[in-house]
């Protein structure tokens, strides 16, 4: 999983978390329906538009507002492989490495919907290669890169014999 190739798909700044999973569907714990509700009040056709594997890509702050982890788990189970932003709302990067999707932060892109990207979570390299540019990325610490290679928190803990102490 350490390099990753999508097309793009580019919102803009301050998308909060009720923007990518609206409240009124994060009661239900059913994966597919969160991945069909996924920043349906931002773009109704997006969850129908996407591919398994494509890029999620936004400005600032995104998933700024609550602490819900709907939100990464709803772009997960979209089919997203990773988000590529210029800032992350800290809770939702934290909620996202835990829940094992990929978020690297860039500073600032010129990337656009459809543009074909590979991010390389190993270097923090981000290349655009529909338009040749390349974008450095915060590079991701070790064990976030393991953590999100087994697929989250629990999985990394539940390996690493260290979940609580519970079985």
């Not at 988000?83 to 892109?109: D, K, M």
């Not at 540019?133 to 629990?154: D, S, T």
Request: glycine share 12%; hydrophobic share 40%.
């Amino acid at each position: 999983m350490s390099v990753i190739n999508g097309s793009a798909h580019v919102y803009g700044d301050n998308i909060d978390t009720d923007r990518i999973i609206p409240g009124k569907y994060t009661k239900t714990l059913d994966l597919s329906d969160l991945a069909a509700h996924v920043l349906e009040d931002l773009d109704p056709a997006f969850s129908q538009r996407t591919q398994p594997g494509d890029i999620l890509v936004a400005g600032d702050n995104f998933g700024c507002g609550s602490s819900r982890e709907q939100a990464p788990l709803a772009i997960k189970a979209c089919g997203i492989s990773v988000v590529v932003g210029n800032y992350f709302s800290r809770i939702f990067y934290r909620n996202a490495i835990n829940i094992g999707l990929p978020v690297v932060e860039v500073g600032s892109h010129e990337i656009k919907s459809g543009h074909q990207l590979e991010v390389n979570l190993n270097t923090g390299i981000v290349h655009d290669l529909t338009s040749g540019r390349i974008y450095q990325a915060a590079k991701m610490p070790q064990v976030m890169v393991e953590i999100l290679n087994v697929g989250g928190l629990v999985n990394y803990l539940s390996e690493q014999g260290d979940y609580g102490g519970v079985d």
